[in-house]
């Protein structure tokens, strides 16, 4: 692809996480480098969470933020000599006060625009218990990006003005149910794919399991992730006799993950806490039928009754009443898993894409620059 005019080039300083550990906001700056970059843009990376060094500094709590703390800001400092625009992955928590704020400060220093890019299911209580805090320099950014209305509605209760722009999955890896899958009334697939920690409420789902597998005892459980959780959530399955049934996978890479949707017939999230959770666009993508809590986010990102099914949290026998349901219904179950799959074309890179190009357009003047060029570099 030609350079073209090289003053017309967005060169992007793209700041956030990356895994390990796996995660949504990992997972989606990464794959966010990724398709800038093939589009053209010009993607320069510093990760948030870069490795400690030296590693036993990562086991001194005080010590752990000043050796990661020092580095960070030497490389957004470099980093805002070589890009036109921030492009911040965001969280709440002390990852904003660490990482985020820091970076909008320096951004404003260096005069450069500023996208805050925040995602995460807690903004509401990080916002009524931080506030004072967080809106001011918040409010130094050039725009806040989030991925969903129930989010853009949040913040507009701060007087925080927001552009929506949704996330993104990447439809190419993922493809229908094996067709030497177990059938679905004998040998039902069940799976999780969220980190095993609290505000996810893994054990919610392994209770709803429980269930599952007393009227059939040919289902299965898979559970992706880690976290602090999973020698608690371990002995739980152990103790609901279904030990041998649930399998922990643990961290997997993309392709793996992919690989376990296609033997799943459905996916369960049973968190506290959401926002726009990618594991959901990813079993509508793979022909998965979606039963979730209905918290946060999720009620905005579903149509519920025709793409995906609603529980209450923390409410195991509602969620284990609706997969049964299912599968006693085969015809209401294909239903669903229609409705999501035409649901997922929605959050593609053609679709999403274009929307971070004209924000990176109008904040930087450059609307002439439709395919920009550079090389990538990486500050780790």
Not at 264 to 276: E, R, Y
Request: aromatic share 8%.
């Amino acid at each position: 692809m030609p350079l073209g005019n090289r003053e017309q080039v967005i060169r992007v300083g793209l700041v956030g996480p990356l895994p390990p550990p796996a995660g949504g906001m990992a997972n989606q700056t990464r794959q966010l480098a990724r398709f800038l970059e093939r589009d053209g843009f010009g993607v320069d990376l510093v990760q948030m969470n870069a490795p400690y060094r030296p590693a036993v500094a990562g086991k001194v709590p005080v010590l752990r933020a000043f050796v990661r703390l020092v580095p960070y800001i030497v490389a957004l400092w470099r980093l805002s000599r070589r890009v036109d625009l921030f492009h911040l992955v965001s969280n709440s928590g002390w990852s904003w006060h660490l990482f985020s704020a820091p970076a909008i400060l320096i951004a404003r220093l260096r005069r450069l625009p500023a996208v805050v890019n925040y995602r995460g299911g807690e903004a509401e209580r990080f916002l009524q218990t931080q506030g004072r805090w967080i809106l001011p320099v918040l409010r130094m950014a050039d725009r806040v990006a989030v991925p969903s209305a129930f989010l853009a509605e949040v913040f507009g209760r701060y007087h925080v003005e927001t552009t929506v722009v949704p996330n993104a999955v990447d439809l190419s890896r993922f493809v229908e149910r094996n067709t030497d899958c177990p059938p679905l009334a004998e040998a039902p697939r069940l799976l999780v794919a969220r980190n095993l920690e609290k505000i996810y409420d893994i054990g919610t789902a392994i209770r709803a399991f429980a269930r599952v597998h007393e009227a059939i005892p040919g289902a299965r459980l898979d559970i992706a992730g880690s976290g602090s959780e999973r020698a608690a959530l371990e002995a739980e399955a152990v103790r609901l006799g279904v030990g041998g049934a649930v399998d922990f996978h643990g961290r997997l890479s993309p392709d793996e993950m992919a690989s376990l949707y296609q033997q799943a017939h459905f996916m369960l999230n049973p968190s506290t806490v959401d926002n726009t959770p990618n594991s959901i666009l990813e079993a509508w993508a793979s022909g998965v039928a979606v039963v979730s809590t209905s918290v946060g986010g999720v009620p905005y990102l579903v149509s519920e009754g025709t793409d995906a099914i609603l529980v209450p949290p923390k409410d195991p026998e509602a969620m284990a009443n609706v997969v049964l349901q299912l599968i006693g219904d085969p015809v209401r179950y294909e239903a669903l898993v229609d409705s999501g799959r035409a649901a997922a074309p929605r959050f593609t890179w053609e679709r999403i894409g274009p929307l971070w190009a004209g924000l990176y357009a109008k904040m930087t003047g450059k609307e002439g620059a439709l395919h920009p060029v550079a090389d990538p570099e990486v500050d780790a």
